[in-house]
């Protein structure tokens, strides 16, 4: 069964940084494409980068483009979203998912908050 565990979310102050992490199982992870979207009180569900199965391509949405870096680790199935200079509207439920498959499972989802 695949699943995914996202970690690492938090309250940070404007400008701040923090690190998401999202363990997966169930499935080959490093024959995977892994995407990180977010979903913002009463906004849609938007992706926010996307990692290619080398690690060697990535794709970011424009809004966090040069803010944040997405990367993995296919010894520790893992793929992480370092986030820096945060802003209040980076504030969302931050979700990682297994690209090219809309029929698996949302995980839980990390809570980011960016507040003064």
């Known amino acids: 069964q695949v699943q995914v565990a996202e970690s690492g979310g938090g309250l940070v102050q404007p400008g701040g940084s923090l690190r998401l992490s999202c363990a997966a199982s169930?499935?080959?992870?490093?024959?995977?494409?892994m995407n990180w979207f977010r979903q913002a009180p009463g906004k849609e569900r938007e992706l926010v980068a996307s990692n290619s199965i080398g690690g060697t391509r990535t794709m970011y949405a424009d809004s966090v483009k040069g803010r944040f870096t997405i990367s993995r680790d296919n010894s520790k199935n893992t793929v992480s979203l370092q986030m820096n200079s945060l802003k209040p509207e980076d504030t969302a439920v931050y979700y990682c998912?297994?690209?090219?498959?809309?029929?698996?499972?949302w995980g839980q989802g990390t809570q980011v908050t960016v507040s003064s």
């Open positions: 169930g499935f080959t992870f490093s024959s995977a494409a």
């Open positions: 998912k297994r690209r090219d498959y809309p029929q698996d499972n």
